[in-house]
């Protein structure tokens, strides 16, 4: 009896495991997505990571802004051309896992660029909605 315990206690974190680091690949793989796009200089792109709803939030130097009509606004203001959007790079410090529905990430980002070199600090919320993850809040420094 207590091997069958044992075996399905196993089994069970190995199931948790796979799935966790399942849900890891993806976010790391929508953040490369996310980079390629704004490498390419399209930043219709690199908005696909984030959630597509008027609730998004975003959080920077500006103050807090909701939506994602206004982000994309505000990224095409801010990165209208090519010197001023550069090559971005991410740097993953953290990858918490809140829920089942929820990850918290925590990076470095820069900007090598032409119109002068700029980077900060990210935290971002990402959520699981209809199994795909997506940004739900953009906290950038």
């Known amino acids: 009896m207590q091997r069958a315990s044992l075996f399905c206690c196993f089994l069970f ?52 802004s909701y939506g994602y009509a206004q982000a994309l606004a505000n990224y095409k203001k801010d990165y209208d051309s090519p010197e001023k959007m550069g090559q971005l790079f991410f ?14 990430i925590t990076g470095k980002w820069f900007l090598k660029r032409k119109a002068g070199d700029v980077g900060g600090i990210y935290t971002l919320l990402f959520r699981k909605i209809d199994g795909q993850w997506v940004i739900v809040v953009d ?3």
Request: net charge negative.
């Open 13 to 64: 974190t190995a199931f948790a495991t796979l799935a966790q680091s399942a849900d890891e690949q993806a976010i790391r793989k929508l953040m490369d997505e996310q980079t390629k796009g704004w490498n390419r200089g399209s930043l219709d792109e690199f908005m696909n990571g984030y959630w597509n709803s008027d609730s998004l939030e975003f959080i920077g130097k500006n103050g807090i």
């Open 91 to 104: 740097t993953l410090l953290q990858l918490k896992r809140l829920s089942p529905e929820y990850y918290l």
């Open 139 to 141: 906290h950038t420094s």
